[in-house]
C-alpha cells in the first residue's frame, strides 16, 4: 500500500536553528511526494514537491527537502528557523495506482519554533 | 495568484440536517477532490470528479455523500443527513493534472454537527 510516515508527533527548536521534520514513505513505483503546511484556522498550503531530477528539492519560505531513495525518506529542512515557521506540516505522496491520483497524507508533524 | 476558495467557512448543523459545502476551484483546473480532517487526525480522501463524473472515492463516501459541478464553476459538497462524526474541517483541493502538478486545497470549511 501507497503510505508516508511521519514519526515525530511534534518538533521543538530554538529559532536561527536548522531544522529538520522527517518523512519516510513506502510506495510501488516512482513516488511523487509532497510537503504541506497547515497554519491554525487555515487551508493546506502547497511547499514543495519531487516528481523527478536532483534530490534536494527547494520550496517556498526557504524550505527544502531531500529525498533519499535508498532510506525512502523525504525530510524537510530550513537551515535557520523562524517563529512564524511555527505549524502543522504534512508529508504526503500521491497515489499512482489511484485513477485520480489521490495524495495520502501522513499523520502530520507540529513544529514548534520558541524565540 | 488563483486560489480554490470555499464557503462557508464554519458550519454548525444539527443532526440529520443536509449540508451543502461550496468550493470554487482554480479556474483551468480539471480535476477536483474533496478530502477531510478529523480534529486531530491526519488528513483523508473522499472523492475525486473529473469530466462531469466521480472517478474514485473512498470507503468513507457512502451513500449520504454526493458532488456536483452545478454550473462550470461550482464543486459542491452534500451530505444529506449529517451525523454527529461528520463534524470535521472539509478542504476542497484541484489540479491542472493528476500526475505532474500538486493539488491546490482551500482554506477548509470547518463542519460542526451538534
Known amino acids: 500500500a501507497q503510505s508516508v510516515a511521519q514519526p515525530e508527533d511534534q518538533v521543538n527548536v530554538a529559532e536561527g536553528n536548522p531544522l529538520t521534520v522527517k518523512c519516510t514513505y513506502s510506495v510501488s513505483g516512482n513516488p511523487y511526494l509532497f510537503w504541506y503546511v497547515q497554519y491554525p484556522n487555515r487551508g493546506l498550503q502547497f511547499l514543495l514537491k519531487?516528481?523527478?531530477?536532483?534530490?534536494l528539492v527547494k520550496g517556498s519560505y526557504g524550505f527544502e527537502a531531500e529525498f533519499n531513495k535508498s532510506q525512502t525518506s523525504f525530510h524537510l529542512k530550513k537551515p535557520s528557523a523562524l517563529v512564524s515557521d511555527s505549524a502543522l506540516y504534512f508529508c504526503a505522496v500521491r497515489d499512482m495506482r489511484s485513477s485520480a491520483s489521490k495524495i495520502i497524507f501522513g499523520s502530520g508533524t507540529r513544529l514548534s519554533i520558541r524565540p | 495568484e488563483p486560489e480554490v476558495t470555499q464557503t462557508p467557512s464554519h458550519q454548525v448543523t444539527q443532526m440529520g440536517q443536509e449540508v451543502i459545502l461550496r468550493c470554487v476551484p482554480i479556474?483551468?483546473?480539471?480535476?477536483f477532490y474533496w478530502y477531510r480532517q478529523i480534529l486531530g487526525q491526519k488528513v483523508e480522501f473522499l472523492v475525486s470528479f473529473y469530466n462531469n463524473e466521480i472517478s474514485e472515492k473512498s470507503e468513507i463516501f457512502d451513500d449520504q455523500f454526493s458532488v456536483e459541478r452545478p454550473d462550470g464553476s461550482n464543486f459542491t459538497l452534500k451530505i444529506r443527513s449529517t451525523k454527529l462524526e461528520d463534524s470535521a474541517m472539509y478542504f476542497c483541493?484541484?489540479?491542472?493534472?493528476?500526475?505532474?502538478?500538486?493539488?491546490?486545497f482551500g482554506p477548509g470549511t470547518r463542519l460542526t454537527v451538534t
Open positions: 479556474s483551468n483546473h480539471l480535476y
Open positions: 519531487y516528481i523527478t531530477g536532483d534530490n
Open positions: 483541493a484541484s489540479t491542472r493534472d493528476r500526475v505532474s502538478y500538486e493539488q491546490y
